[in-house]
């Protein structure tokens, strides 16, 4: 009897206390968490050493002078700030950069929103239209652009088109009066079907029952578009706008083969200056100094735009 009242106590050793103490340390929602960190640690790690680290890098070097040629790298303070204020071209290059950007956006947004409602319209060729207007999106930004810049020369084929008319064209590259918008066209014709194919998936989302009731009230397909439409999309205009924004403020490759920055500096818009400023006159810290002035401008931006959301954003009324 004895020995059966010893066999029924249970154990209370190490072992079995270590497993317990195994069993509770790991529960599911540790598991879970640990999971869910796993999962982020990729994008987590490469926006560290891709974003965040090259950032505070570029303000550290914008605190200094950094000479390649010369092999000099040396602090200067505040002096590349200084001349940022003092440089006479800055406020032609963010004229420059200005009426770039609002010209892109409003071009591409008004483009995009007319070809989706037409693509809407369940035509026939509908398919093909899209992929006809989508397909500059997947093409190389160099050869597109190389092959735009061969259409606008002076001899190019625009001005032929236009001759057959009996119009003569301009050098649509070379004169300052046409320069900005032949950059601007090319950029809207290249990025134009991404933000078409945006406006069409929130055209779809759209419930017919309520331009069905707005048909019963009278209205006509214009106020329709203004106060069903556009509200219920709102979102979707949000987003493209960014987008268009943030993308208009970092081009480079377009105005590097059509212009140049030229005639006259007319092009020339702030990610091209800096460029210059850096690896063409070698001017490293003042480099990065205007790449410091372009993130606040972005941010700015982005943060004006998402609070605006809330007077004009349908669903954050």
Same mark, same amino acid.
């Given at each position: 009897?004895?020995? @059966?009242?010893?066999?029924?106590?249970?154990?209370?050793?190490?072992?079995?206390?270590?497993a317990?103490?195994?069993?509770?340390?790991?529960?599911?929602?540790?598991?879970?968490?640990?999971?869910?960190? &796993?999962f982020?640690?990729? +994008? &987590?790690?490469?926006?560290?050493?891709?974003?965040?680290?090259p950032?505070?890098?570029?303000?550290?070097?914008?605190?200094?002078?950094? !000479?390649?040629?010369?092999?000099?790298?040396?602090g200067?303070?505040?002096?590349?700030y200084k001349?940022?204020?003092?440089? =006479?071209?800055?406020?032609?290059?963010?004229r420059?950069?200005?009426?770039?950007?609002?010209?892109?956006?409003? @071009?591409?947004?008004?483009?995009?929103? $007319? @070809?989706?409602?037409?693509?809407?319209?369940?035509?026939?060729?509908?398919?093909?239209?899209?992929?006809?207007?989508?397909?500059p999106?997947?093409?190389?930004?160099?050869?597109?652009?190389?092959v735009?810049?061969?259409?606008?020369?002076?001899?190019?084929?625009?001005?032929?088109?236009?001759?057959?008319?009996g119009?003569?064209?301009?050098n649509?590259?070379?004169?300052?009066?046409?320069?900005m918008?032949?950059?601007?066209?090319?950029?809207?014709?290249? !990025?134009?079907?991404l933000?078409?194919?945006?406006? &069409? $998936?929130? &055209?779809?989302?759209?419930?017919?029952?309520?331009?069905?009731?707005?048909?019963?009230?009278? $209205?006509?397909?214009?106020?329709?578009?203004?106060?069903?439409?556009? =509200?219920?999309?709102?979102?979707?205009?949000?987003?493209?706008?960014?987008?268009?924004?943030?993308?208009s403020?970092?081009?480079?490759?377009?105005?590097?083969?059509?212009?140049?920055?030229?005639?006259?500096?007319?092009?020339?818009?702030?990610?091209?200056?800096?460029?210059?400023?850096?690896?063409?006159?070698?001017?490293?810290?003042?480099?990065?100094?205007?790449?410091?002035?372009?993130?606040?401008?972005?941010?700015?931006?982005?943060?004006?735009?998402? +609070?605006m959301?809330?007077?004009?954003?349908?669903?954050?009324?």
């Open positions: 009897m004895k020995t @059966l009242d010893r066999a029924r106590v249970p154990e209370t050793g190490p072992a079995n206390g270590g317990r103490a195994g069993r509770t340390m790991w529960t599911s929602r540790r598991r879970d968490h640990l999971a869910g960190y &796993l982020i640690a990729p +994008q &987590l790690i490469g926006s560290i050493v891709f974003v965040l680290v950032l505070i890098l570029v303000v550290w070097y914008s605190f200094h002078e950094w !000479n390649v040629l010369a092999g000099t790298f040396h200067v303070g505040t002096e590349n001349n940022l204020f003092d440089d =006479p071209k800055l406020p032609g290059v963010l420059a950069t200005g009426y770039f950007s609002v010209g892109l956006v409003v @071009l591409n947004l008004s483009l995009a929103l $007319a @070809l989706a409602v037409l693509l809407n319209q369940k035509l026939r060729g509908s398919v093909v239209l899209r992929t006809l207007f989508f397909s999106v997947v093409v190389s930004l160099v050869a597109w652009t190389i735009w810049g061969f259409l606008l020369q002076k001899n190019g084929g625009i001005n032929a088109g236009l001759d057959l008319i119009i003569d064209g301009p649509w590259l070379r004169s300052e009066g046409t320069s918008l032949s950059v601007i066209v090319v950029q809207c014709f290249k !990025n134009v079907g933000n078409m194919v945006l406006f &069409l $998936a929130a &055209l779809q989302g759209v419930p017919r029952e309520l331009y069905e009731a707005a048909t019963v009230d009278g $209205a006509g397909r214009w106020r329709q578009f203004w106060r069903i439409t556009v =509200p219920l999309i709102s979102p979707t205009i949000l987003l493209t706008s960014i987008i268009t924004m943030v993308g403020l970092q081009v480079f490759a377009q105005i590097a083969v059509l212009t140049q920055g030229g005639p006259g500096g007319s092009t020339t818009v702030l990610v091209y200056y800096l460029y210059q400023q850096a690896f063409k006159f070698h001017h490293f810290g003042y480099g990065a100094t205007l790449s410091v002035l372009l993130f606040l401008i972005v941010l700015v931006l982005t943060i004006v735009q998402w +609070q959301r809330k007077k004009w954003v349908f669903h954050e009324s």
